[in-house]
């Protein structure tokens, strides 16, 4: 299956940002976010189950939003009240991929969101 996450840019701490995660088929897994920051380790983002059912990580909860529109094949997330921190190459893939990588798509270039203080 072929991901395409967009979305990402340049905005200053405080801002907003809404990244895309485009799929061409329908997908039957829960499907997450990710980030990997320059010189550190992929983490976990944001989860969200077929039935809509949501997980985030400490640090982003009661920021970002993580939705899904099943009809365009095509998961969202609205990242609010960026900060430096949250800088990073953001990748959507399904929600065992780190823990399973057989269970991964292709991972992909990702999307860059930089946001300066």
């Known amino acids: 299956v072929q991901l395409q996450a967009s979305g990402g840019g340049s905005v200053q701490s405080g801002k907003s940002l809404r990244l895309d995660c485009t799929a061409f088929?329908?997908?039957?897994?829960?499907m997450a976010w990710y980030r990997q920051a320059l010189g550190k380790e992929r983490e976990f983002v944001a989860s969200?189950?077929?039935?809509?059912?949501?997980h985030y990580a400490d640090s982003v909860q009661g920021r970002f939003t993580v939705s899904m529109d099943n009809n365009k094949n095509t998961m969202y997330l609205r990242m609010s009240n960026l900060k430096p921190e949250d800088s990073a190459a953001y990748y959507c893939?399904?929600?065992?991929?780190?823990?399973?990588?057989?269970?991964?798509?292709?991972w992909g270039p990702g999307t860059q969101v930089t946001v300066s203080s």
């Open positions: 088929i329908p997908i039957g897994d829960n």
């Open positions: 969200i189950s077929r039935g809509g059912q949501s």
């Open positions: 893939n399904t929600e065992e991929a780190l823990r399973d990588p057989r269970r991964a798509f292709n």
